[in-house]
C-alpha cells in the first residue's frame, strides 16, 4: 500500500468480532481478581502480600504460555480440521479453576 492510497476503516461488525473473545473473558476474569484477594484474606486467611504475588505469577505465567499456545495451536493439525476440538477440554479445564478458587479449606 502507497502512502496515497486512502486507508478503509474497519467495519463496526468485523472490530466487534474481534473484541467479543476478550469480553467473554473479562466477564469471567475481573470478577476472580476483584473478589480473589479480599476471599483469601478474610475467609481463608492468607496475608494479602502472598496473595498479590501468586496473581503476579498467574499473569507472568500467562504472559509466556499464551504465545506459546498459540504457536502450538497454529502448527498443529486436528483431526476435525480446526481447534475446536481442544477447546472444550480448555473451557472444562478453566471452570474447573475458578470454581476450585472459591472453595479452598478454611486455616
Known amino acids: 500500500m502507497t502512502p496515497h492510497q486512502p486507508r478503509h476503516p474497519l467495519p463496526w ?22 473478589h480473589i484477594p479480599k ?20 499473569r507472568l505465567f500467562d504472559a509466556f504460555s499464551d ?5 502450538i495451536s497454529d502448527r498443529s493439525t486436528y483431526p476435525h480440521g480446526a481447534p475446536q476440538t481442544v477447546h472444550p477440554l480448555g ?4 471452570g474447573g ?3 476450585s478458587s472459591f472453595r479452598a479449606p478454611a486455616p
Open 13 to 34: 461488525t468485523q472490530k466487534l468480532s474481534y473484541g467479543l473473545p476478550a469480553f467473554a473473558l473479562a466477564v469471567v476474569g475481573i470478577p476472580v481478581y476483584v
Open 39 to 58: 476471599f483469601y484474606t478474610d475467609v481463608v486467611g492468607v496475608n494479602i502480600t502472598w496473595v498479590g504475588t501468586i496473581l503476579m505469577l498467574a
Open 67 to 71: 504465545p506459546l499456545i498459540g504457536v
Open 91 to 94: 473451557q472444562f479445564l478453566s
Open 97 to 99: 479453576g475458578h470454581v
